[in-house]
């Protein structure tokens, strides 16, 4: 089995910082891509940034110029920094990773999510 766990969210006034972990732990082989995804209420969830194996990244519109994926293949964790936070930017954050297991099977995954609320 595996499991992503994520931390970092809280509560942060508009125009401030939070930077969120993803630990990713299992049977893991290997890892192709990891990133980061959000549902605010009432809305679909949406990417936010994705990293693909071989050092491509991704970036939802609303993130890009203000937040920055990371990746430590070492540790089979995923960062966001995100900077000039928004009220809109207020959801629950998901880390998702296409895992290989030592099976050689390969399946998505998803953390339980962290809560980021930007507000005043």
């Known amino acids: 089995q595996v499991q992503l766990v994520e931390s970092g969210g809280g509560l942060v006034q508009p125009g401030g910082s939070l930077r969120l972990s993803c630990a990713a732990s299992?049977?893991?082989?290997?890892?192709?891509?990891m990133g980061w995804y959000r549902q605010a209420p009432g809305k679909q969830r949406e990417l936010v940034a994705l990293?693909?194996?071989?050092?491509?990244?991704i970036y939802g519109d609303s993130a890009k110029a203000r937040f920055t994926i990371s990746r430590d293949n070492t540790k089979n964790a995923l960062y966001l920094q995100m900077n000039g936070l928004l009220p809109e930017d207020t959801a629950v954050y998901h880390c998702?990773?296409?895992?290989?297991?030592?099976?050689?099977?390969?399946?998505?995954?998803w953390g339980q999510g962290t809560q980021v609320t930007v507000s005043s």
């Open positions: 998702y990773a296409e895992i290989v297991m030592l099976s050689t099977t390969t399946s998505d995954y």
């Open positions: 990293d693909v194996s071989g050092g491509s990244t």
């Open positions: 299992g049977s893991i082989f290997s890892i192709n891509a």
